[in-house]
Structures are given as C-alpha cells and as structure tokens.
C-alpha cells in the first residue's frame, strides 16, 4: 500500500471515448501531480494542483482535462485522444514546501487504439 | 536543456556486488533536492533516498547511498550487495525552487535499467 491509488491500473480506450483516470491519496499531502511516462522518454510533468488550485500545466493538449475537487483526489479526464497519448501515467502526492519527493501511485497504463 | 543526465542506459551487475549508477544536473539555484527513485516493472515509483543540496554528508538508506559531489554537479546512486530484487528502472529527479509555498516540481531523468544476474 504506497498510500497514493490510481484507477484503473489498465485502460484500452478508442479515439473517441471519453474516460477518466482517478487518484486518491491518504497521506495528507496538500499537493498532486500528473506526469506521464512514455517508452524511451523521460516522465513528463503534465499537472500541478496545490491546495486544490492548479498551478501548472505543462502545455498539455486539451483532450487533458484535470479536475482536483479536494486534496486528497486528482482526476484526468480524457477525450478524443491520439494514438500516441498511449503511456503509463503516474499521479503523485507531496507536502508542499518540504524538502521530500513525491509518493507515487502504481499508474495507469493507458492504450489507445 | 536537459537538467538530468542519467548516460547509463542499461547496466548488468552480479547478485551481492555493488553498483554505481550515475546522475548530473544542472541548476543554478542554490537551495535544490536530488532524489533516486526505483521503478519495478510493476509500474510504481518508490522513493529510494534524498540529498540536499546543503546537505554535508553523503545520505545513506540502508544498502542504498548517494555519492554527492556538489562542484561536479553529479549525485551518483551506490546499491551495495546488490540483489536479485533490485532489478528495476532507476531514475535521478531534482526538485527546483518552482514554488516558495506551494508544490514541488520535480524534473527526471531518462533514467538507468540494472539487471541483477544470479
């Protein structure tokens, strides 16, 4: 048990389905992440929410939606996504403005076909 | 720029030696955070060990320590009796000063596959 659960653990969507990808973490932490990690490419921060507001948005498509309704949950809501937006996304958790990392989930691994 | 530079790709090493994985960066801030974590195929990212930038000593986790050079801008990850579960993906990460109160921004890099053979 990381502390941080991600939903579901895999998901074959097609170009048109719209679907969401949840975390939730137990920690306490006041802030969430979305990165995404594909094959061969370093893990790419896509959100940012602190103290439930969004802080960072990394140039991400709009076929991305985040939604933080509280601290202890971040969803991903997606769109008529491409093929190439198959990769493992990762959420993480951390306290802001202490000197840690972050807690991972497990990550969904996402394929679209 | 890349930030992190991890220039192992993959390394073979045998079950009870040690090994050395390695990571630079670049930053010019002076207040930074270099962290290794482990990724099992599993998927999960599992935080290993932390250094401040700060920090004067080298951090040690059990069999994990990190070999940090300041001048040199490297932060090299040591396994010591490296074992048959430490097959992984092992990736270097820096937190910037992206926010004073709110957040920590972490940056990866490309990340080192080791391959613990019996």
């Known amino acids: 048990e990381t502390g941080v659960t991600q939903t579901p653990r895999h998901l074959v969507m097609g170009m048109t389905n719209k679907k969401s990808l949840k975390c939730e973490q137990h920690l306490g932490h006041n802030a969430m992440y979305w990165y995404k990690q594909s094959a061969k490419k370093p893990l790419e921060l896509m959100f940012v929410y602190s103290l439930e507001e969004r802080v960072e948005n990394n140039s991400v498509p709009s076929r991305f939606s985040p939604e933080c309704p509280n601290s202890s949950h971040l969803f991903l809501h997606l769109h008529t996504l491409q093929p190439e937006d198959s990769a493992l996304y990762l959420c993480?958790?951390?306290?802001?403005?202490?000197?840690?990392?972050?807690?991972f989930g497990s990550g969904t691994r996402l394929t679209v076909v | 720029a890349q930030k992190i530079t991890q220039t192992q790709p993959g390394m073979f090493v045998q079950e009870k030696e040690a090994v050395t994985l390695d990571c630079t960066y670049d930053t010019s801030d002076q207040s930074y955070g270099l962290f290794w974590y482990k990724q099992p195929s599993s998927g999960e990212m599992i935080f290993l060990i932390y250094?401040?930038?700060?920090?004067?000593q080298n951090a040690t986790e059990g069999r994990y320590s990190l070999n940090f050079q300041k001048a040199r801008k490297s932060a090299n990850l040591v396994i010591s009796a490296s074992q048959l579960g430490d097959s992984a993906m092992y990736f270097c990460a820096m937190r910037e000063a992206y926010f004073k109160a709110a957040g920590n921004k972490l940056t990866f890099g490309g990340g080192t596959r080791v391959l613990v053979k019996p």
């Open positions: 250094q401040g930038s700060y920090d004067e």
């Open positions: 993480a958790s951390s306290q802001a403005g202490v000197n840690y990392g972050y807690t």
